[in-house]
C-alpha cells in the first residue's frame, strides 16, 4: 500500500527558533494534507494542498507542497510553546482511494521556553 | 463546525467482553467515517472506512468479526471491540467527511482491557 515517509521522528527547539518536518512519497499524491495533534488530544485538521508547488501560509505556518506532487513541508517560524504537539502529513491517494488517507509517522515538536 | 463526538472517552473493560464505541458527527451528516488506533507516540492507523448504509471496508490485518463496525445513520457510526484482549488496549479514533477531504476528528476513546 501506499506509504508516507515522514520526517524528523522528534524535534526539540528552544522558542523562538524555527521548525520544519518534511512528508515524502514515493507515488504522486492526490492531495497532501497537514494536522497537529496535541499531547492528550486528537488530529485537528491544518491545511490542504492540491496543486503541484502549492505554497500557503496561516501565520507563522508555511505549508509547500513539491512540483512532482511527492513531497511537502511545513515550516513554522519563530516557534512558540503553543506550537507543541505532534505534526502530521496525511496523502490522498485520490482514485478509487479518494477520501482515505495515509498518515505520516508524525514529527513530536517540543519547545523549551 | 464540523464537530465530531465520540464516546465513551475512556473504558476499562475485563478480558473476553465486548466494547461500543460511538461516533457522532453532531452538525454536519457524515458521509463517510473512518475508524483509527493509535499506539503511544506513534501515528495513526486506519482500521477501517465506513459510509452510511453499507458494509465497512477494513484495511488489510483488521479482523472483521473482531471490530464490528455499523453506519447505521448519517450522523453515528460504531466501532464494537468484541471478545476483548490486553493486545486491543489502545486509543481509538473515528473520523468524518461531510464531502470534503478533510477529515474531522472524535477525540478518542482510549481502551483498557484488563
Known amino acids: 500500500g501506499q506509504q508516507v515517509m515522514q520526517i524528523p521522528q522528534y524535534q526539540h527547539v528552544q522558542e523562538g527558533e524555527d521548525f520544519t518536518t518534511y512528508c515524502n512519497s514515493s507515488?504522486?499524491?492526490?492531495?497532501i494534507q497537514w494536522y497537529k495533534q496535541r499531547p492528550g488530544g486528537h488530529p485537528v485538521f491544518l491545511i490542504q494542498l492540491v496543486k503541484s508547488g502549492e505554497v500557503k501560509k496561516q501565520k507563522r505556518l508555511t505549508f509547500q507542497f513539491g512540483e512532482a506532487k511527492k513531497n511537502s513541508s511545513l515550516h513554522i517560524t519563530a516557534t512558540q510553546t503553543t506550537d507543541v504537539g505532534t505534526y502530521f502529513c496525511?496523502?490522498?491517494?485520490?482514485?478509487?482511494?479518494?477520501?482515505?488517507?495515509?498518515f505520516g509517522q508524525g514529527t513530536i515538536l517540543t519547545v523549551h521556553p | 463546525g464540523a464537530v465530531v463526538s465520540q464516546h465513551p472517552s475512556r473504558v476499562i473493560c475485563k478480558s473476553g467482553t465486548s466494547v461500543k464505541i460511538e461516533c457522532r458527527s453532531l452538525d454536519f451528516q457524515a458521509t463517510t467515517m473512518f475508524w483509527y488506533r493509535q499506539f503511544p507516540k506513534q501515528s495513526l492507523m486506519l482500521m477501517a472506512t465506513?459510509?452510511?448504509?453499507?458494509?465497512?471496508?477494513?484495511e488489510q490485518g483488521v479482523e472483521k468479526d473482531k471490530f464490528l463496525i455499523n453506519h447505521a445513520s448519517l450522523t453515528l457510526s460504531t466501532l464494537t471491540v468484541t471478545s476483548a484482549h490486553p493486545e486491543d488496549s489502545s486509543f481509538y479514533i473515528c473520523?468524518?467527511?461531510?464531502?470534503?477531504?478533510?477529515?474531522?476528528f472524535g477525540p478518542g476513546t482510549r481502551l483498557t482491557v484488563t
Open positions: 496525511a496523502a490522498n491517494a485520490g482514485g478509487t482511494s479518494y477520501g482515505k488517507l495515509t
Open positions: 507515488t504522486t499524491l492526490s492531495n
Open positions: 473520523s468524518a467527511t461531510g464531502g470534503g477531504n478533510e477529515q474531522y
Open positions: 465506513s459510509n452510511e448504509g453499507s458494509k465497512a471496508t477494513y
